[in-house]
């Protein structure tokens, strides 16, 4: 008498499996007891540009969908290179829509991976989810835009709808600002400007891969951060801990006044924006902070302060996620 057969684990659809936060996602389903179904443009079990075409999932059961494809890390220099952004992160979440709309059975949940770009805040502390969302960049409106198709369509088909908020995520490999920082502390290109007392919403991107079987039975809409919230300085020395650089010097606050405002003169002079000036220096001297309060009260969210992650007794592994092309990437 043979003994009954195991049921079937439960299937995840992901998106943007390969970029820095999806290869995250990836393990942590699977570890969770998912069977991970990755759609993407050139690797995946469904190979398909969501910015041009409709992806065809005839055939599959899913229960939960993860959405993390997208763009960011660029700044747009066209009116083309701008809808770009729209292509993937507002058009490619209407084309996953429509093709799960075909499937015979809806899915449990869906779980959107967005950005705290939204707001389209500068600086500003503790910002929480009930601030209107204000972002005007390319990639802040089409996230927006992203967003609501997903409540809409949520709403309409009775799946369950969650949305994460993140702000910059620290992990191995990261691409955008964090990476950027780290090749000019690598360089002896970085400063400390002042006190580096601005601080910064941050989150490891293993916390929030943990978070997802949760978030996805609860549904909602949050921001992730860490909730320690370390400042430019915190950051950065430890970043250089970990790469074995000498100590960060620094440029007294004085003296990046002076040269903010002669790029404030050369912006008049050559009649764009200098990469240097009084806006950007505001910018790197003021905090932003987003509050996590709510996923901590409704889905149990327990991150780890992002500085742990560069200790030398880190739990991370460091060799499980290879190198990749990172522009354009999101996650």
């Known amino acids: 008498m043979s003994a009954n057969p195991s049921p079937k684990p439960p ?4 998106t943007g499996h390969t970029g820095f936060l999806g290869k995250y996602l990836a393990r942590s389903l699977t570890e969770t007891g998912y069977r991970v ?7 995946g079990d469904i190979r398909t540009d969501l910015a041009t075409q409709q992806p065809d999932l005839s055939g599959n059961v899913i229960n939960l969908v993860v959405h993390a494809a997208g763009k960011a890390h660029s700044l747009p220099r066209s009116t083309e290179e701008s809808q770009v952004f729209f292509q993937v992160n507002r058009d490619g979440t209407r084309r996953l829509l429509q ?7 809806r899915p449990d949940a869906l779980v959107l991976i967005s950005t705290v770009a939204v707001y389209g805040c500068e600086t500003g502390e503790k910002i929480s989810e009930e601030v209107t969302l204000s972002g005007k960049t390319p990639y802040a409106e089409s996230k927006i835009q992203a967003e609501a198709l997903v409540q809409t369509w949520c709403a309409q088909q009775g799946v369950r709808c969650c949305i994460l908020r993140l702000p910059l995520i620290v992990g191995a490999d990261a691409p955008g600002n964090l990476g950027k920082m780290e090749q000019a502390i690598r360089r002896g290109r970085y400063v400390h400007i002042g006190a580096g007392s601005a601080r910064r919403s941050m989150v490891r991107a293993d916390d929030v891969a943990r978070m997802i079987p949760k978030a996805a039975q609860t549904g909602g809409i949050y921001n992730l951060t860490d909730g320690i919230h370390p400042s430019v300085r915190e950051l950065g020395d430890a970043l250089a801990r970990q790469i074995g650089r000498r100590m960060i010097p620094t440029v007294p606050i004085g003296f990046a006044r002076i040269l903010a405002r002669l790029g404030d003169g050369i912006n008049g002079v050559i009649g764009r924006k200098f990469p240097f000036d009084s806006i950007t220096l505001e910018k790197m001297t003021g905090s ?7 996923a901590r009260e409704k889905i149990g969210w327990q991150p780890r302060s992002v500085l742990s992650f560069f200790a030398p007794d880190s739990d991370i592994d460091r060799n499980f996620i290879q190198p990749s ?3 354009g990437q999101t996650y």
């Not at 299937?11 to 992901?14: D, E, G, H, Q």
């Not at 179904?37 to 050139?42: A, D, E, F, I, M």
């Open 37 to 43: 179904l990755t759609l993407g443009r050139t690797e």
């Open 288 to 294: 932003l902070t987003f509050s996590d309060q709510l």
């Open 99 to 105: 093709a799960l709309e075909l499937l015979k059975k």
């Open 11 to 14: 299937t995840a659809l992901l």
């Open 325 to 327: 092309d990172k522009r």
